[in-house]
């Protein structure tokens, strides 16, 4: 028999002053317990209790093994409540805000994998570029990439997403390739969402900053859109370096001034408060930072939190 089985028994019978109040409490029988006793007796080398006509009481060994069981216990059965509160909070929903390239590309292949470990762990992904407030909305993360919106609650900087310019090697056929960055302003630009015209682009070599003008003739409201305008050789545009990875690697579209930077975006992470970050929260994070540490064009940065202010 285990020892915290007989030390439980042991801390019964003390408890109770007598081997039959111990008996009860435990559902065996009074034989049973005394066996027990014996048992632990035997472990320990000393005997635990003197008998008599009112019941049992502790030796001075005893009261040594006494006070240390009831220690032993106590950490046992918060080890078991700690594992089943490890376990209730591992399952349950999570519900996480991103936009939509972000979300297609890396945030829902992570949900899958995700869910082969932890079974019970349920993520509903809202993939959507307008900015919420994650207090208001019930969100319990948001992934927010170049600014966190007009929310409260807390923001913290994980990483930065490096851009580029792609085009289709059928649009820089019939128009040419770019070899400087004002020769852009000569071709058509796919914008991505209408929220705001862009006018300009901002790129950067060896310290100098070369402000474009464009011209935009398309708007395209869904990253996938925004691919197939690419793909029919309706313009460039400037996409997230994760997004082009396997377009370029299999050749259907080509990089523009590869030796000049575009841009970059920050990516925040957005929670209603410090104490709404569950477990489940806490895996997710965890497994979304490592899956940035393997996507190409994402560099990891820390950041502490930040308390945002309350919207206007």
Known sequence: MDLLNLLESFVRVIDNGSLSGGARQRHISQPAMSQQLNLLEAQVGQELV?????????????????????????????MFEEV?????AESGSLVVSVSQAMGADIITPLIFDLRKQYPDLSVSIKMDDDLIDVVQTGIDLAIRTGITGDTSGVSRKIAIVETC?????????????????????????IQYRYEKLVSSLD???????????????????????????????VGFTRMPLFMMRD?????????????????????????????????????????MI??????????????????????A
């Not at 003739?217 to 859109?225: D, S």
């Open 50 to 78: 003197f008998r008599t006509n009112k019941g049992v009481k502790p030796t001075v060994a005893g009261k040594i093994v006494y006070e240390h069981a009831q220690k032993m216990l106590r950490q046992s059965a918060l």
């Open 84 to 88: 089943q509160d490890q376990a209730a």
């Open 165 to 189: 310019l792609a085009a289709s090697p059928d649009y820089l056929a019939k128009h040419g390739m770019p070899q400087t960055p004002e020769a852009l302003s000569d071709l058509n630009y």
């Open 203 to 233: 790129m950067f070599r060896h310290g100098q900053k070369h402000v474009v003008a464009l011209k935009s003739e398309f708007v395209a409201g869904h990253p996938q859109v925004m691919v197939q305008a690419l793909l029919n050789s």
């Open 247 to 287: 377009f370029e690697a299999n050749g259907q579209l080509q990089r523009l001034l590869p030796d000049y930077q575009c841009e970059e975006k920050p990516v925040y992470l957005v929670y209603p408060s410090r104490d709404a970050v569950t477990r489940k929260t806490e895996i997710f994070i965890d497994a």
């Open 290 to 311: 490592e899956r940035f540490r393997d996507a190409p064009g994402i560099r990891l940065v820390g950041q502490k939190p930040v308390q945002l202010a309350q919207p």
